[in-house]
């Protein structure tokens, strides 16, 4: 499986807006299934993102999930790429030329996006 740094920002924006008590097992997205939003939230938690855990049965039942919250890390993620048009350069100029991308390369593309805004 490929990283879908589209579905990742999604959950991690999902996150960030749920209430905490809404956060077992409650995510779904559309165009995505449930066993790829599980395996993106093991590499989230594996990343230092989100704080919480994925639940693998033996059975043939679907794995769950709890999110607890998102870690330090995870915030500025989503601050970072939350703005739409900061998110439209990351996409353009970043994900989409080199194929290849870190959270923090990401991160640091889109705080000189806001940097630039602000004049910086």
């Not at 999110?67 to 500025?76: A, C, I, K, P």
């Amino acid at each position: 499986m490929k990283r879908d740094a589209e579905l990742i920002r999604k959950m991690l924006i999902a996150i960030e807006e749920c209430p905490a008590d809404e956060r077992i097992n409650s995510f779904n997205f559309e165009g995505y299934d449930h066993d790829t939003v599980v395996r993106h939230l093991e590499l989230l938690i594996d990343a230092g993102l989100v704080d919480g855990e994925v639940i693998h049965y033996v059975s043939s039942d679907p794995s769950n999930f709890v999110v607890h919250d998102l870690t330090w890390e995870g915030h500025d993620f989503v601050d970072a790429v939350r703005d739409e048009t900061i998110w439209k350069k990351v996409k353009e100029k970043l994900l989409k030329p080199t194929g290849s991308w870190t959270f923090g390369l990401i991160v640091e593309y889109a705080k000189a996006e806001i940097r630039s805004r602000l004049g910086f």
